[in-house]
């Protein structure tokens, strides 16, 4: 496979044959990020000639016998690219790779928005299934202060058109973006944007700082201090306490995270408040994640 740089792709994708159809990202700006800081990476739209020498070659070992079930489309936002590209990319798969049963992806609110319902309804006859979108933050401050590039009435409104369009939606958020000064208020904002989403699929990672970007940068002025242990904690009890889905799976299990949570809400909703209370009460640290084994 012709891979270029690191790929990423959500954990829930951990089996899936990673194609990669564009590399970096088209965006490139949010403060925090460092996934496609090389030169090699950045953004490109791969030649249909060596995605489809790709495939061709995926085909060849799942007709011998690696039954091939699911795709991840890489890298960032790689729903941006145009929705010709993208139909005759899931065409070729779906052709010459029958065992599929679902696409991913991965997109936020301007890729989405760009596509129009009916756009987005035929990628995923197509065989797109999901579509995993870092939301963030529910609130227009941090959103801004990150160079997100989007606004939370965007990933609403971007929510929306995906379930127009029958299309799954896996939502990220991140405890501590808006640092101490914003913990309070993007928590709430967070969960009420959430609430508005109502997504299938919804991951909190922590902020982490990483050496080189804007954030650290920011952190090294002494302009961003990110909340420690017990306020992240206090901010995923707002997310769990705070959002009203209709049925959702709600994971902290992420490795940046420390109190990792596999949820089905609003069903596990007492039982999570409960933990997350006891640990905040006792301040137990046995019961976090060590540093040392928390990573991106
Ligand atoms: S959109 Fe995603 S991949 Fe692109 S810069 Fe932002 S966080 Fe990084």
Not at 6 to 25: H, K, N, T
Not at 50 to 58: G, K, P, R
Not at 211 to 225: H, M, N, S, V, W
Not at 271 to 283: C, F, G, I, N, Y
Request: one cysteine or more; proline letters at 5%; charged letters at 25%.
């Amino acid at each position: 496979m012709d891979h270029i740089g690191r790929i990423f792709r959500p954990p829930s994708e951990a089996d899936s044959l990673l194609l990669q159809i564009s590399v970096g990202c088209s965006h490139n700006k949010c403060s925090y990020c460092a996934m496609y800081e090389m030169d090699e990476q950045r953004f490109r739209i791969k030649p249909m000639a060596t995605v489809a020498a790709d495939i061709e070659e995926a085909a060849r070992i799942s007709a011998a016998g690696a039954t091939i079930r699911r795709v991840f489309l890489c890298d960032g936002d790689a729903l941006i690219l145009p929705f010709d590209h993208l139909v005759h990319i899931l065409e070729m798969l779906r052709d010459r790779i029958p065992t599929v049963r679902r696409v991913g992806i991965y997109g936020d609110a301007r890729s989405i928005l760009r596509k129009t319902p009916g756009e987005l309804a035929r990628l995923r006859e197509l065989g797109l299934g999901i579509v995993y979108h870092g939301v963030e933050s529910g609130d227009d401050v941090v959103l801004e202060q990150v160079v997100k590039g989007s606004t939370a009435e965007e990933a609403v409104t971007a929510a929306g058109r995906l379930r127009e369009a029958g299309l799954r939606h896996s939502v990220m958020v991140m405890l501590g973006l808006g640092g101490i000064d914003r913990s309070a208020i993007h928590a709430a904002r967070t969960a009420e944007i959430l609430t508005a989403m109502d997504p299938p699929f919804v991951g909190a990672l922590t902020t982490t700082v990483i050496p080189g970007t804007p954030l650290a940068r920011l952190q090294e002025a002494g302009k961003f201090t990110l909340p420690d242990r017990w306020g992240l904690l206090e901010e995923l009890r707002v997310l769990v306490r705070d959002s009203r889905f209709s049925r959702c799976r709600f994971d902290s299990n992420h490795a940046s995270n420390y109190l990792p949570l596999s949820l089905n809400l609003p069903a596990d909703r007492d039982k999570a408040l409960a933990a997350l209370d006891h640990v905040l009460a006792t301040r137990d640290e046995n019961s976090l994640r060590p540093d040392y084994l928390r990573g991106l």
